[in-house]
């Protein structure tokens, strides 16, 4: 059964790309409902933290261990405000690129997503630092992930979309 819409999710320090199956399971999507307005400390998880910023048609959201910034992600569901959101994560990709070459692994940035919705994330250094194991590792790309389907689903069930 579907519980939120395939994301396309791109990694763009890497490139990688991965299409999820849209099927995430309904508890995993409550676990974050707290985190769907604004944001906010994740339960169970101190002390990682999400802060949130909601357009029309797309999110972006960074993932914090503390104040420390440690991912940087724009979901976009809308065709016309992915087009005039990319241009905000492109700006810090280019920076990234500038300040820490090995941290990317081209100075150009991969191109945005033809088709909605997407996920592009930015993994910053400091996530090498405060992530301690592989298992932590995982846990922030699945959170990443989670987060995106949960502001999808949470925008289809308000809009009926």
């Not at 320090?13 to 994740?42: D, F, M, Q």
Request: net charge positive; glycine share 6%.
């Amino acid at each position: 059964m579907k519980t939120t819409a395939p994301l396309l999710h791109l990694t763009l320090n890497t490139g990688h790309v991965a299409l999820t199956s849209g099927i995430t399971p309904p508890e995993e999507l409550a676990a974050v409902r707290t985190l769907l307005k604004r944001g906010g400390p994740i339960p169970g998880r101190h002390p990682f933290r999400v802060n949130l910023d909601r357009q029309r048609g797309s999110a972006s959201f960074c993932l914090q261990h503390r104040k420390l910034p440690v991912t940087m992600n724009l979901l976009a569901w809308d065709e016309v405000t992915a087009h005039e959101a990319w241009p905000e994560i492109e700006f810090f990709y280019r920076d990234l690129a500038d300040l820490c070459p090995g941290a990317v692994a081209t100075r150009t940035c991969p191109a945005r997503p033809k088709a909605t919705p997407w996920l592009a994330t930015l993994v910053l250094p400091s996530l090498y630092h405060v992530a301690q194991s592989p298992e932590e590792l995982g846990w922030v790309g699945a959170f990443e992930r989670i987060y995106a389907e949960a502001l999808l689903a949470d925008f289809a069930t308000r809009t009926g979309k």
